[in-house]
Structures are given as structure tokens and as C-alpha cells.
């Protein structure tokens, strides 16, 4: 089986355990963004047949909240907490050094798919802000200096392509 | 854990047994493993406790356990061993074979580690945080073994519905997601509703940014809030909850469903609960990062699978909610409370706090603060304790400017006010709200117009759109603030602001965009000199504003 037909049955079993309720349709998109990553056009409108819902409505649900991704995260992801205690420690000027050294913009990739910068409201780490997550780590108490390095270490020397 | 159907005297049985097991130890060690500690390594930490007390050979007398926060967030990761709750601070992997071998092998505490911070405890009074930091949370034993359940064992064995609701009202317990509604009343309202099925629903929607009590909650001390909506549940009738997390809180959502299933194993959720007829089971609902969510009838509209919009009320969700039978919609703090309720009645939870506001409320004291945590501190004091005395004043020498109180759609209060009681009605007299529980500290360094231009911006993002004077007045202010922060303003732009900001106040359906203008407003009211100085002076005091155009290339 490939891993597309794979995918498609994990995405199946999660909406039949649902007995594919329209009431459940943000837990399958909360799976199916687990299994694909993202949530591109072709699958929403997938989720829309099976659940017999029209695509406005899900197209709708999957664009009304943040936490669902419309595109394809680059390969590492930085994400900057822009919550209050965060701003107030002074995150906003991390994200600009780091738009800058790799002239990207929040809520972008760079365009060899290696880097996305995002931005989050508040992940709850407050007691101990800044904090920035490079992939899955937090880093708290964050510096313009340790993200940086941070960032140069997951990307293993090469450095992506700016535009 | 198998599942075994238990009745009500089981309940005490098992509090016993731990008590005893418990006993069998001279020590226990208890590591903070929340989302606070674990990114500084606790998990860590906790392996090296483990391994030293078995290298030592203690681990017959000293028990290892994984805790939630004690609230020392600033010092993490954070270890207390009891007996005598020593607190130990920032302790690494190195440091915990030597914290074994003098504290547990010699008996003699490590001074030089404790946490000394004796103000930051002394005006707290730890209710709903009870056992926070104390338990593991992963275990229901330890929870029953602090008398947890024994709520929802003497309701059932001794107590009618309308019992429960009178001992609720009596307490004087108000909402704790913000707009403090009486819950007893609450309660009422959905019992006598006639529809059926009823139900309930959890609000751990925690949207507001810089607040974390919630989290800390669920992480701690998950049956704590499973079992106020047990208690809930046989009050007003309800056989279904929905528990609304928001997706950022990974640790949190573990520790829930592992809670939620441990209950089920041991029939204090399901179609007989201890044996009693009584049927309750608790869903899951995951949010997925709209702050919107967390209004009530916003809520119900993304547990059903929506956008999560508001509607109009009246109808209200007591009459109709989820799919529009009758609903209780409470906050996790409230329903932490209601078991201290039942145990102790309502009178002594009454007397807690000040007459209006009973109880606690639990804070997330963040910013420019020595000492950020989790507080929980009784109702009516005032903002100064907070801040200087919990809290432990400003650091880096900087100066006390404001105190932000109620998360992004809250108010900015100047130093005057810190004379004012912390409770709902004194914190909406001045402006601000009690919201979901944060508190930022701002120092001379933060400017309050680039503070007030931060927030509308967050609530620009965080609109739903349904209302005009919201979606488009909110867009309007944050131009002018642009404006006000790049130079290109007028002093008549201020009035602009105020009526903008008093007509999104009073036509938003919503909670968030009747108190979206909050921070412009207060802000203008408390530092108009601020403001004043930004548009005749061009010039920002804290030097945050006019730099943004040379700085992008």
C-alpha cells in the first residue's frame, strides 16, 4: 500500500469512529492536519464528500481558525509566541532579527521550502518569556543570540534560499 | 487499569489504603513536570531523582513522584519535599543526587537551594490549587487519598439536586471565565429548564494571551475539575459534558484524557456511577486557536462543528444550548471549586474573600515581575499586594508604570490604582475586567500607546466579523494608532479614538468586542500625556515607536 492510501485509510478510520458527524468536523480536521501536515483544497473537499457537508462549510470551519494550515510548513518551523508577557519581554524584536537574517516575513517560507516563520498567541509559557519554538523545542527566556544559533543548528549548515 | 464497578464506600476505602501506603514513606519528592518546567528540563531532573534515590538505597523510604506546578515558574524547575514542603529551586540533574543524599540520607535540607521567597506565598490562600504541585496527577489514588471524590460520594449518599444547587448559591461562588454570573443561580436556571438532554460544558478555552491558570490547572490537578462536573452534572441533570480544551496545551490534553479514563475505570464516570444509578460521561472538544471560542455561545457553536461564532442572546444557553437543549457552560476554575464547596458548605466558602466576591481567584503574574507564577490569592486584595508583595516588585531597578488586568481585552491601571481591591466590580469601576485571570506587569520601558496599539491588533486578528462597529471600528482605531506611532497624527485623532472605542464598546454582541476597547480607553484615560506627547512631540518616552519605518528596508 502506499503512503497516500495509507494516509486516506488513517483519515477514514478517524471520520467513521466519528460515524462521520458533522458535529465532529473540527476533530477530523485536527487528524487530518496530524496525518498530511497541512490542509490543502483537495483534502478539504474530500472531508466535504464524506461528510456529505457542502465545501463551503468546511472550507469555512478550516479557514475561520488559526490553528489550521492552509499551506505546506517548510521543513523547519520557528514559531514566535506573541502573547503579552512574550511582547512585553521584548519578542518582537527576535522575530525582526530573524526575518532579517533570513529575509522572510511571519507567516512565510522561504521559497526552497526549508524555513517557515509563524507566529502564535500565546502558548501559555508566560512565566518564562520570551519563548520561541524552533521545531518541537521551546526555548524560554529567549535572546536574539541562542535563537539564531538554534535555528543555524536545525538547519545543519546549509543555509536556505532567500529571495 | 481494569474496569471494576465500585461503590460508595469504596471511594473512602481507597483514600485509606493510600494513606497508608503514603505513610510507609519518611519522605516524598515531588518534581514540577508541567509545560513550565519541562522545557528547562524536569524530566530530567525527575530520572536523576529516581536514580539517585535507588543509588543511595532510599527508595524504600523516599518516594519519587511527577507533580504539576507549585507555582514558581520564574525558578523552574522547581522539587518540594515533604514533609515541611521544602522548596527547592532551579535544580538541575547534577544537583539532585546531592539534594538526596543531604536532605533524604542525612536529613539536612540544602539551604543554599531553597527557595526563599517566603512573600510570594505568604498572602496566597491555595483553594483551587490545593493540590497543585502536591499530587501526580496521573494517578487517581492520589487524588482520592487527598480527599478528592468524597464531594461527589456525599452528594450522592446524602444530598438531593436542590441540595447541591442551595449549598452552591449559599457559597456566593461567581464565574470564574470572567463576567462573575452566580453560578448557584446559574445552576437553577438549566435545572428547572423542562427540555431534555441536558448538558454541560467545560471552558478551557484559555485564549487570552498571558494567561496560564487554566493549563496549570488541567495539568495538576485534572480530577479536580472532572469531578466539579460530576457534581454539576447531578445537580442540574445533565448525563453528557463536553470538555472544550484549546490545542495548544498538548501536556494538558494527556493529562485529561488519562484522567478521564482512569475515572471510567473505576465507574466514577459511565451508566452507573458507583453504583448508584447515576450516569455521566465526559467528551473531549478540542479548540483549534480562536479566542472568540472562549464567549459562550461561541463555545457551543465549536463543540457542534462550527465557526465559532456568537449568536444573540436571550435565548440563553441554560434554555438553549448544544443543539439547543439546555446547557451549563462554566469555566474549569469555577468547577474546581465546587467539591471544597460541598465538603465545607457554602457558608465557610462564603466567608472567604469579601462579601460581593467570595473565594479566590487564581492569577498568571507575568511581565516585568521579580517573581512570575501561578498566584491564587482571596478575593479583595489589593492590586499593590499582587504586584509588590506576591509578585515582589519591578526588576532590573526599573520603575512600576502600569498593571495590565484581564489579558488583551483588559485595562491598563496606572500606580494610583493599586490601592484597588482585586474583585469584579471594583476592576470594572475603573475600566479593566477580571477576564480569565492575568496580570501583566509594565515597567518604564513599555509604552502605553504601542501596549494599547498591541492589543487592538490582537483583537483585529481575533474578530469573528459578525458585528461592523468590532470587525471594522477595530481596524479603524489600530490606523490611528498607526498613525499616532509613526508620527502622522492629530491631537483631534484622541477624540476619534474615544467614540470609536465607546461605540464598539456598546454595540458588539460579544463579550470580546464590548471589552476590546479597554485597553485604548483606559490607556487614554490614565496616560493621555503619553498619547498627547507621541502626537505634538513626536516622541516616545520608552523609545518603542517612530523606529519602524527606518528599520524596514
Known amino acids: ?163 | 487499569m481494569e474496569a471494576t464497578s465500585l461503590n460508595l464506600a469504596d471511594i473512602q476505602k481507597i483514600a485509606e489504603q493510600e494513606v497508608d501506603f503514603e505513610r510507609a514513606y519518611k519522605y516524598r519528592i515531588n518534581v514540577c513536570c508541567s509545560s513550565g518546567c519541562v522545557p528547562l528540563g524536569a524530566l530530567k531532573v525527575l530520572k536523576a531523582f529516581e536514580d539517585a534515590v535507588k543509588e543511595l538505597g532510599v527508595e524504600k523510604e523516599c518516594k519519587v513522584a511527577r507533580t504539576g506546578c507549585p507555582g514558581t515558574c520564574a525558578v523552574g524547575p522547581a522539587v518540594m519535599i515533604e514533609p515541611g514542603d521544602y522548596l527547592y529551586q532551579n535544580v538541575t540533574p547534577e544537583k539532585a543526587r546531592e539534594i538526596v543524599r543531604d536532605h533524604v540520607v542525612l536529613g539536612l535540607p540544602v539551604k543554599e537551594m531553597l527557595y526563599k521567597n517566603e512573600a510570594f506565598y505568604k498572602k496566597q490562600q491555595r483553594l483551587v490549587l490545593r493540590n497543585a504541585g502536591k499530587i501526580d496527577p496521573q494517578r487517581i489514588q492520589d487524588y482520592i487519598a487527598m480527599g478528592g471524590y468524597s464531594a461527589i460520594v456525599k452528594c450522592l449518599a446524602t444530598m438531593t439536586p436542590q441540595g447541591v444547587i442551595y449549598e452552591v448559591s449559599t457559597s456566593g461562588l461567581r464565574g470564574r471565565g470572567g463576567a462573575g454570573f452566580p453560578t448557584g443561580q446559574k445552576w437553577g436556571l438549566v435545572a428547572r429548564a423542562h427540555s431534555k438532554p441536558k448538558y454541560i460544558v467545560a471552558n478551557l478555552d484559555e485564549g487570552d494571551p498571558g494567561v496560564f491558570a487554566n493549563r496549570t490547572l488541567a495539568e495538576a490537578d485534572p480530577h479536580a475539575i472532572l469531578e466539579g462536573m460530576l457534581i454539576a452534572a447531578y445537580a442540574i441533570g445533565a448525563e453528557k459534558g463536553y470538555l472544550y480544551i484549546r490545542s495548544e496545551y498538548p501536556l494538558a490534553i494527556q493529562t485529561l484524557q488519562k484522567a478521564i479514563a482512569q475515572a471510567r475505570s473505576i465507574s466514577l464516570l459511565g451508566d452507573n456511577i458507583l453504583e448508584t444509578g447515576f450516569k455521566f460521561d465526559v467528551e473531549l472538544r478540542f479548540g483549534a486557536g480562536a479566542f472568540v471560542a472562549g464567549e459562550e455561545t461561541a463555545i457551543l457553536a465549536s463543540v457542534e462543528g462550527r465557526r465559532a461564532m456568537p449568536r444573540p442572546r436571550p435565548p440563553y444557553p441554560a434554555n438553549s444550548g448544544l443543539w439547543g437543549k439546555p446547557t451549563l457552560i462554566q469555566n474549569v476554575e469555577t468547577l474546581a471549586n465546587i467539591p471544597l464547596i460541598i465538603q465545607n458548605g457554602g457558608v465557610w466558602f462564603s466567608k472567604i474573600g469579601t462579601p460581593r466576591c467570595t473565594g479566590t481567584k487564581c492569577f498568571s503574574l507575568t511581565g516585568k515581575t521579580k517573581n512570575p507564577g501561578l498566584i491564587e490569592v482571596p478575593m479583595g486584595i489589593t492590586l499593590r499586594e499582587v504586584v509588590f508583595d506576591i509578585g515582589g516588585g519591578v526588576p532590573e531597578g526599573r520603575k512600576f508604570k502600569a498593571v495590565l488586568v484581564g489579558g488583551p481585552s483588559g485595562g491598563c491601571l496606572p500606580d494610583t490604582l493599586l490601592e484597588l481591591p482585586v474583585d469584579y466590580d471594583s476592576l470594572t469601576r475603573v475600566g479593566a475586567i477580571m477576564g480569565s485571570g492575568g496580570i501583566v506587569v509594565l515597567d518604564d520601558k513599555s509604552c502605553m500607546v504601542d501596549t494599547a496599539k498591541f492589543f487592538t491588533e490582537f483583537c483585529v486578528d481575533e474578530s469573528c466579523g459578525r458585528c461592523t462597529p468590532c470587525r471594522a471600528g477595530l481596524i479603524r482605531i489600530k490606523e490611528i494608532f498607526d498613525g499616532i506611532t509613526q508620527g502622522d497624527a492629530r491631537v483631534e485623532d484622541i477624540t476619534t479614538l474615544e467614540k470609536a472605542g465607546v461605540y464598539i464598546r456598546d454595540a458588539s454582541l460579544c463579550g470580546l468586542g464590548q471589552t476590546a476597547p479597554n485597553p485604548v480607553l483606559t490607556t487614554l484615560r490614565y496616560f493621555k500625556d503619553e498619547y498627547l506627547e507621541h502626537i505634538q512631540d513626536k516622541k516616545c518616552r520608552a523609545g518603542k515607536c517612530f523606529k519602524n519605518k527606518e528599520e524596514e528596508v
Open chain 1, 1 to 163: 500500500m502506499s503512503t497516500d492510501d495509507k494516509r486516506r485509510l488513517a483519515l477514514e478510520k478517524s471520520m467513521k469512529e466519528h460515524n462521520y458527524e458533522e458535529s465532529a468536523l473540527l476533530e477530523i480536521l485536527h487528524r487530518a492536519q496530524e496525518i498530511y501536515g497541512y490542509l490543502d483544497k483537495e483534502l478539504l473537499m474530500d472531508i466535504a464528500q464524506s461528510l456529505h457537508l457542502p465545501p463551503s462549510h468546511v472550507f469555512g470551519v478550516a479557514t475561520f481558525y488559526s490553528y489550521f494550515k492552509l499551506k505546506r510548513p517548510g521543513q523547519h518551523v520557528i514559531t514566535g509566541c506573541l502573547g503579552t508577557a512574550c511582547y512585553v519581554k521584548g519578542v518582537d524584536e527576535i522575530m525582526r532579527a530573524i526575518e532579517k537574517e533570513y529575509n522572510i516575513k511571519r507567516g512565510e517560507s522561504t521559497p526552497d521550502g526549508k524555513l517557515s516563520l509563524l507566529v502564535t498567541r500565546c502558548i501559555g509559557a508566560c512565566a518564562m518569556a520570551p519563548a520561541i519554538v524552533v521545531d518541537d523545542e521551546m526555548i524560554a527566556k529567549a535572546t536574539k543570540e541562542v535563537v539564531l544559533q538554534k535555528i543555524k543548528e536545525v538547519l545543519g549548515g546549509d543555509k536556505p534560499e532567500s529571495r
